[in-house]
């Protein structure tokens, strides 16, 4: 009965409406009401109580599985947590109840799904809290706002978007502020040129298509090196943003999440896909990326700010002295081979680059250079799997030579994908850092903390396996030794040049040079 006096209520009022229930058959109860929701288009938030992870599927009473209860009828699901109070639980939840009512509203309403797990005691319990842990914004607003602008661009005019004028103003009184683009951003000149009119950095995935390519003057605003610039926590506490605008996926960047994490924030997301991590965004829009610049630099001409030339001045300057230290640091270093690469590579090939440690050292040694790159990862679930089958498939309909760039475990983990890249043909180099294993585990506590023969067995499992033989079984050429041990010198950053044949396999160090 709940939940249908809930719809009713929605139905009537066409306001998302909250309906909460124990654990067990009632939250199964719901069903009804959430498929009706589900098909008359009505806002529902569906809020469960569950039992503690450690109760599910050892006999606990009013103990069902309520993962996903309610499969495709909800527009989204979430698990809450059981989180100790403090101020990171006290945003989380905030965060959390601002995407529910959003998603419920939003596009196509419907119902949203969020289930609470709870641990004794389940009563009040008197507790001394810190009043401030919990406050919101300080005007009482909303944690987080989510606006949509007009899919029409003529709509989205200088003129046409409404909150132009206002966001120009709020945007240009902020003279320390950044742009943080990521991947999937579907931005590069317009980005630039609103960066270029406020006098702030953009700091630039290396998959964001902003890192490699023409841009003109408004190249002078790119930073490429964020992620060690802001490794200095001197750097980073003198380069507190006023003002951040994200645009695309968060970059992975721990040092540059950790940057975030203090900066007020703006997300510029055509999908409307919450990715922000930090948990911190003041407001969600949710337009075009390059119409929203586009209109704001148009705004923004017209009353054009005064920016803080020792703001950008001091990112540049910071920015240039990462490739001094880059060539001076010895050889090998698997940094300097992805961006031998690079150099080497023709104008408009595609360099594929795998999970873990290489698109890590990509995106934060890679310069920003003019000629024409595409660059891609799987980093929508950051896993090695199917590395080369998906360089092998950019490959197909890339115009020049592809080039994966790879450690040597996603390599054997997606070994099928050789002969697959063989088979269709495709113009595919492979370059392999043969470093022994999984190295980006080095740099985890548990390489220090574990016994250091149980770490190399179980979690850095290198494999013993020649590649070259490898590569002879898939039928594809091979140069460079096995491992950084055997006596062979590495192929010279020219060796990944492309050149006759087809597909090809080089191999590289070993993984304590990642290290140096």
Known sequence: SAGFVALGIAKTTGKPVTVTCTSGTAAANLMPAVVEAREARVPLVVMTADRPPELREVGAGQAIDQLKLYGGFVKWFAEVGDHEPSRESAIHHRALACRAVATAVGGRPGP??????????????????????????????????????????????????????????????????????????????????????????????????????????????????????????????????????????????????????????????????????????????????????????????????????????????ADALVPEALAATPDPFEPKVWNAVADAAPEDSTLWIASSMPIRDVEAFLPRMEKRLDLFANRGANGIDGTVSSAAGAAVVAGERTYLLTGDLALLHDIGGLITARRLGVELTVVCANNGGGGIFDFLPVAEAADAAAYEEHIATPVDVDLARVAELAGLPARGGQDGSGGERPPAPRAVRAGGGRSRLGTLLDRPFQLL
Do not use: M
């Not at 902020?174 to 630039?192: E, F, H, K, L, Y």
């Not at 609103?194 to 290396?206: S, Y």
């Not at 003002?243 to 721990?254: E, F, H």
């Open 112 to 317: 949203v799904h969020v289930n609470f797990p709870l641990r004794e005691p389940l009563a009040p319990v008197p507790e001394p809290l810190d009043a401030a842990d919990w406050e919101g914004r300080p005007d009482g607003a909303p944690w987080v706002s989510v606006t949509e602008a007009p899919r029409d661009p003529d709509a989205i005019r200088p003129r046409g978007f409404e909150r132009t004028p206002s966001l120009a103003r709020e945007i240009g009184a902020a003279r320390r502020g950044s742009i943080v683009v990521g991947a999937n951003a579907g931005v590069t000149q317009d980005a630039a040129d609103l960066a270029a009119v406020l006098g702030w950095p953009i700091l630039a995935d290396a998959t964001s298509g902003i890192r490699c390519g023409p841009l003109g003057y408004e190249q002078a605003t790119v930073i490429s090196h964020y992620d060690v610039l802001l490794r200095s926590e001197r750097f980073a506490d003198r380069h507190q943003a006023d003002l951040v605008i994200r645009i695309g996926a968060t970059p992975t960047s721990k040092p540059l999440r950790a940057w975030l994490e203090r900066c007020r924030q703006i997300v510029v997301d055509p999908h409307a896909t919450w990715d922000d991590p930090t948990r911190r965004a003041e407001r969600i829009e949710h337009c075009d990326p390059n119409l929203f610049a586009g209109s704001l630099c148009a705004e923004l001409e017209e009353n054009r700010p005064t920016p803080d030339e020792h703001w950008l001045r001091t990112w540049r300057e």
